[in-house]
């Protein structure tokens, strides 16, 4: 069997008994340098193929199809090798023609289910490897239908695109090599879920480039604005856009450092404005492990850390959902506008990719916006005198996290689901990071005299 299906029943005395399937994609994969000729696989897995140095694909069998229920999670694990800087990375569905043996990216259309960037890793500290959690429920009725699995082979890519020039002389064992990350996938799913024959799914933009340099990146020269009109055959009882977006890169004070308002409109009317960026990147430290990194000696307050920086090295990617409700059939335009972009000396790009899904009965999956972490715990009194209480949700836990405003570390401990107890002696205002395994979330608090 090419790969494993893993089927774990979980089950309390309060809670049914409930079954997961952990499809288990790639478990090793090697990338190479992203601008060399194609690196054989020394070592390949059976059903995985090589497609370039910084992607591999597989196909979905009928039996991983049959086996997705009505969740699914995603995860990703970047293990470090011989690059030691931020890059990009993504998980794609490939919608190939059926039957084919193997196919050529650029010939058949996709929609990017995830996006990463990895961290500054030194494959010779710990810890050497990230992982990266998606939830990608409206997905799972994708996978389910059976017009779109007939229509096409589905196949997973994995891609990062790495080089190894500065690794090769600031990481020992790196001198000659042109191995750059190896990468894990798995999708893990619930009960598997009876076929739906109601979905539409429409690609859009899939990693487009989006700058106002461009011919094709922009509607028009000097301003970036991009926009897309496309056809619904038939009126939806709900529907949504999914939006992925980064400005990441390694321009000298390039515009891909500067956080701007982004704006997107469905039919000429505006349905999301968002600025990218996390809080603080203090979280992500522990994984970035080659002292070449943004991060620096010391930490970096929130402040500072929103006072340029886009992403975090070693975070997801947000996948911004944009609920639409019922559509009528017929044409429909999206467009996406960032009016404060100023892309000095034509550098930098915000690669863009966008899907269109409905159902023409019911409704989409309610998921939430994939962020760090879609874990929504609580922290109380706000404000407070020192002490507060932190409340995660039944059958969560993980590692909470506390740094004042300089960013420097007070408070660690390890949580569960329930309630915990934070003193804090001080007066001032502190960031409460939890970390789980579906990644993080971060609250500020004031403690008061």
Partial sequence: MRRTLLLSILSTLL????????????????????????????????????????LFTTKLTPAELSSIGT??????????????????????????????????????????????????????IQPDSVPYVFHIDNVSMLLRDPVLTSTYDIWVELQVFGVPYAAQTQVAGCSGHDDVFSGKLTFTT?????????????PLFFSANFNNYQADATDTLGLTTKSITFQVNDDLTDAAFFLITSNHGSNDNGEEYNRRYHYAYYDGQLKLTYKPGRTTCEPFRQYNTQPNGIYGS????????????????????????????????????????????????????????????GTTSGALVNIHESSASDTNFKVYPNPSTGQFTVELPTEEKGEITVTNVLGEQVLQLQATSGTTQLQLGRSGVYMVHLRTAEGYTTKRVVVGQ
């Avoid at 478990?27 to 194609?38: P, S, T």
């Avoid at 996948?319 to 009528?328: E, T």
């Avoid at 335009?333 to 790009?349: E, H, L, S, W």
Wanted: hydrophobic content about 40%.
């Fill in 71 to 124: 969740s699914l999670q995603m995860r990703v694990v970047i293990g470090a090798l011989c690059d030691n800087y931020d890059r990009i990375g993504s998980v794609n569905l490939a919608l190939v023609p059926p039957g084919s043996e193997t196919y050529d990216p650029a010939q058949v259309e996709h929609i990017e289910l995830g996006r990463f960037i990895t961290p500054f890793m030194n494959k010779n």
């Fill in 15 to 54: 809670i049914p008994a409930s079954a997961q399937t952990t499809i288990t994609f790639m478990n090793g994969v090697i990338f190479n340098d992203g601008y060399a000729a194609l690196v054989p696989d020394v070592a390949p897995e059976p059903g995985v193929i090589k497609l370039r140095n910084d």
């Fill in 298 to 357: 010391s930490p970096r307050t929130p402040a500072q850390w929103q006072s340029f920086s886009n992403w975090c090295p070693g975070d997801v990617i947000d996948i911004r959902r944009i609920n639409l409700g019922p559509v009528a059939a017929g044409e429909h335009t999206f467009m996406i506008r960032v009016p404060t972009a100023v892309f000095v000396g034509q550098q930098g790009n915000f690669p863009l990719s966008l899907y269109f899904q």
């Fill in 190 to 202: 619930d009960d598997a879920a009876p076929p739906s024959d109601t979905d539409v799914l429409t």
